[in-house]
């Protein structure tokens, strides 16, 4: 008998996706208006070079220095205070979001673990679908300019992101510990806090450290309707059009990040947590890591570093709580209590007669995200490779030897200092200088996040080359295979598929942040939310809010549908 040899299907559900994003890519450029209409405005070219000229001579006036000192000290504040309380929110929401948690209180009633864990999610998905500067706004009607407003706008939107995360991060760790003390005789919670989350803790504690610098992003961007920090001095320096002062801001947030980018990457090494964000890991190699420690031969003292640390991070928050001194007594004041009621009876009955307007709107929503998350995934790849320290550098995966290492170590600095500029500048800043040369749409709101999230994406795929398991590339060199195809036939295929699990992740974040580039007129749902919300017409807020929530949970189902095929 003559054996049958199975052949893979051609059209395979990666594939398919493949696909379907590729239609969806070509329809949003015809969104956009692209070959349709006169998209560049001429005039605006001289204006776009005084800006790039400035950046070579900035402000650096003993006044304007000062300013810039104490804007950065509140934006990291800021940024501080707000993580703190929205890793408080997660850790609690995370449980409680986790379907292993409920499979684990409700293990003798399993009808009811669906049910709890689905309303949970549910509960925790409308806050996170709003953006942070909407809930800036909300709370700036409520109590002003305080700091409360920064933080907790903050707080609340990133609390319900980490919960999310760390309830995925949960629900992949190994369950085995957790069962043997459960069949030991151990109650529920205990066996949970012993058994699950000191497995899950480096993934969990890494999180926190990515969500920190993702603060100090939000914390710029907040900025931008009033309150204070960096933000807000670099959006009055643009509207009055002194350029020098503008790159001095610049400058400042660049540094702020750069210097969290680099202790994040410290603490995390000296924690053995390789990745910021652990997408697309099968449970299988999760526990691999997690199991792994190594001691740092550099620390002679590993409890006194920690210790340290620890204190460091103490003093840190002290002093964020201190500088910014919040007012607490307006979570419970008597006013703020008048002003939500008045905002609620302002608000109802929705307006429905804006719901014929909501399908083309969101529709521009749609396309401007998509061809943002386009150019973010593609020229974050590219700018993803050079940055890596483990590929093209002396000693890498395709420079073993010491060849021309000037070229190679400028290609890495220059590359690096690219993406860490790309993600420093809020969104609504790339957008208005994209307004310089472009007429008002969707494409430079595309522009604009997909500059903003090529950097932090660029950042992430370099980390992820950097983690590569190197066994099957030096299984090629060995064999003496060129470094070219060792690059396409080694280090791709292994970094592809976590590269569009970031991608799909960014493009649910380029959902919520459409929202503001739409503040500066970059078309879409975000557009008519700025009208709304300039007019106080809260009726309509309502409307236009319940659309971004269907569109959030819609991308955010389609991305967790194309991340389990990629597995």
């Known amino acids: 008998m003559r054996a049958t040899v199975l052949r893979p299907p051609f059209l395979t559900a990666s594939l398919g996706w493949g696909l379907v994003g590729l239609g969806a890519i070509v329809l949003s450029l015809l969104s956009a208006g692209l070959f349709r209409r006169e998209l560049i405005n001429v005039d605006g070219v001289p204006q776009l070079w005084q800006f790039l000229q400035a950046a070579i001579h900035p402000d650096l006036s003993q006044s304007l220095l000062q300013v810039t000192l104490s804007a950065t000290v509140t934006t990291f504040a800021y940024a501080v205070c707000g993580t703190l309380f929205s890793l408080i929110l997660g850790a609690i929401g995370g449980i409680l979001v986790s379907q292993v948690w409920w499979e684990t209180v409700l293990s003798q009633r399993q009808p009811q673990v669906s049910s709890w864990w689905y309303g949970t999610r549910f509960l925790l998905a409308v806050p996170r679908a709003i953006h942070e500067l909407i809930w800036g706004l909300f709370f700036l009607n409520l109590w002003g300019l305080d700091p409360l407003t920064a933080m907790l706008a903050i707080a609340i939107p990133f609390g319900a992101i980490t919960a999310k995360v760390f309830a995925e991060i949960l629900d992949e760790t190994p ?15 205990i066996a949970f806090c012993y058994g699950l989350l000191p497995l899950a803790g480096l993934n969990l504690i ?51 990040n750069g210097l969290v980018d680099f202790s994040s990457a410290r603490l995390r090494r000296y924690l053995n947590c390789a990745n910021r ?49 919040p007012d607490y007594s307006k979570l419970w004041a008597s006013r703020t209590r008048q002003l939500l009621g008045e905002l609620a009876r302002s608000s109802l009955p929705p307006d429905w007669s804006l719901l014929p307007q909501l399908l083309p709107l969101s529709l521009e929503t749609i396309a401007m995200s998509i061809l943002a998350i386009a150019l973010a995934g593609v020229g974050g790849m590219l700018l993803a490779f050079p940055s890596a320290s483990t590929i093209f550098l002396s000693g890498g995966v395709l420079n073993p030897s010491r060849a021309a290492y000037g070229i190679t170590f400028g290609l890495f600095l220059l590359s690096r200092a690219v993406l860490l500029m790309a993600r420093a500048i809020p969104a609504p800043i790339w957008a208005l200088v994209a307004l310089f040369v472009l007429f008002p749409g969707i494409l430079p709101g595309a522009i604009a996040l997909g500059i903003h999230n090529l950097g932090i994406l660029g950042r992430l795929k370099a980390e992820t080359i950097e983690n590569l398991d190197t066994r099957p590339l030096e299984a090629l060199k060995a064999q003496g295979t060129p470094g070219s195809l060792v690059f396409f036939y080694g280090v791709l295929p292994l970094s592809l598929p976590r590269f569009l699990a970031y991608d799909l992740y960014r493009w649910e974040v380029c959902m919520r942040e459409t929202v503001i580039v739409g503040l500066v007129g970059a078309g879409g749902l975000g557009r008519m939310l700025t009208e709304q919300l300039s007019s106080f017409d809260y009726r309509g807020t309502i409307v236009t ?23």
Not at 229 to 235: A, K, V
Not at 287 to 303: C, D, W
């Open 175 to 189: 369950r085995q510990p957790l069962q043997a003390l459960l069949h030991s005789g151990v109650s529920e919670p």
């Open 206 to 256: 890494s999180y926190a450290f990515y969500r920190f610098e993702c603060s100090i992003r939000s914390a710029a961007v907040l900025g931008i309707i009033g309150a204070g920090g960096l933000g807000y001095e670099i959006l009055l320096s643009l509207q009055s059009l002194q350029y020098e002062q503008l790159w001095t801001f610049f400058y400042a947030l660049f540094g702020l």
């Open 277 to 325: 964000l652990e997408l697309n890991l099968p449970s299988v190699r999760r526990s691999q890591r997690q199991s792994v420690t190594h001691t740092n031969p550099s620390s002679r003292n590993p409890r006194l570093q920690g210790s340290l640390i620890g204190i460091t991070l103490l003093g840190l928050i002290i002093f964020s709580f201190w500088s910014i001194h």
């Open 545 to 567: 809010l319940g659309g971004f929530l269907m569109l959030t949970f819609g991308v955010d189902a389609i991305s967790a549908q194309v991340r389990r095929s990629l597995r």
